[in-house]
């Protein structure tokens, strides 16, 4: 069991940039993702890594502009974005896997932070 809290969201202008947290609570030796919904629309994936940091996966909307990565010393997960657009505008929501990357499954879910991204 893990329970997991996400900060970091704002108001922000299109081209800022914002780094978004996930706070887990106990072990971190989970697959982390990020996904968000925004308004009207599902639940997209975002961006994956692995357990033990070394490998990470992005949807093609957000390649090259955001990176995840994990601090399994402070049980912590990050979402750099770069150069946001009113298109990232959404709750942001971050998960923990049992299985792996490609299994795209997961099994823990935080409550969600909201990213706005103004034009």
């Known amino acids: 069991q893990v329970q997991l809290a996400e900060s970091g969201g704002g108001l922000v202008q299109t081209g800022d940039s914002l780094r978004l947290s996930c706070a887990a609570s106990?072990?971190?030796?989970?697959?982390m993702g990020w996904f968000r919904r925004a308004p009207g629309k599902e639940h997209k994936f975002v961006a994956a890594?692995?357990?033990?940091?070394?490998?990470?996966a992005y949807a093609d909307s957000v390649k090259g502009r955001f990176t995840i990565s994990k601090d399994n010393a402070k049980n912590t997960v990050y979402l750099q974005m770069n150069n946001l657009t009113p298109e990232d505008t959404a709750i942001y929501y971050c998960?923990?896997?049992?299985?792996?990357?490609?299994?795209?499954?997961?099994?823990?879910w935080g409550q969600g932070t909201q990213v706005t991204v103004s034009s």
């Open positions: 890594v692995s357990q033990s940091g070394g490998n990470t």
């Open positions: 106990g072990r971190t030796s989970y697959v």
């Open positions: 998960a923990a896997s049992l299985l792996t990357i490609a299994a795209m499954k997961y099994h823990y």
